[in-house]
């Protein structure tokens, strides 16, 4: 990664343009081609420094329901049941930790029966029974930006 591609990150985060060309507007910013910006973005995202590129919404403020999900998975079997997770379009992001329960995803759906149905979809899907949802009680918001 380069000056360049860290003041890309930095905008990104940040002050993603929302108009009908983002890529050729921050490339002008960087004073680069629309094209050299694509070419930079993909190659952020092929080396796993970008996850993923689009809005967050606070979904409760637009009726939805979302819960912690706590799952103990087969060490062995925690990337193949990771990508499943991870391809419900209702699961924000999944990750494993260092503990007896290792793999956290977030669920967020129209209502709490969708989040019954899918918790049991997953474990019918993995044979995984040992799986919990942790609604939240309180709402904690960290604005979090990672200066490059």
């Given at each position: ?43 952020l ?44 379009r ?49 709402m ?9």
């Open positions: 990664m380069d000056a360049l591609d860290r003041e890309l990150l930095n905008i990104i985060q940040t002050d993603f343009p929302l108009d009908p060309t983002p890529y050729r507007t921050l490339g002008e910013r960087l004073g680069i081609p629309e094209s050299e910006t694509l070419a930079r973005v993909r190659g995202v092929e080396s796993g420094v970008i996850r993923r590129i689009g809005p967050s919404f606070d979904a409760r403020r637009l009726g939805y329901v979302s819960t912690l999900v706590a799952m103990k998975v087969p060490s062995q079997r925690l990337d193949e049941v990771a990508e499943l997770v991870g391809s419900y209702e699961v924000t992001h999944n990750y494993g930790r260092d503990h007896e329960y290792n793999l956290w995803f977030t669920l967020v759906c129209p209502g709490q029966a969708e989040i019954e149905r899918i918790a049991g979809e997953i474990k019918s899907r993995t044979g995984i029974t040992d799986l919990h949802l942790l609604p939240a009680e309180r904690f918001k960290i604005r979090v930006d990672f200066e490059f």
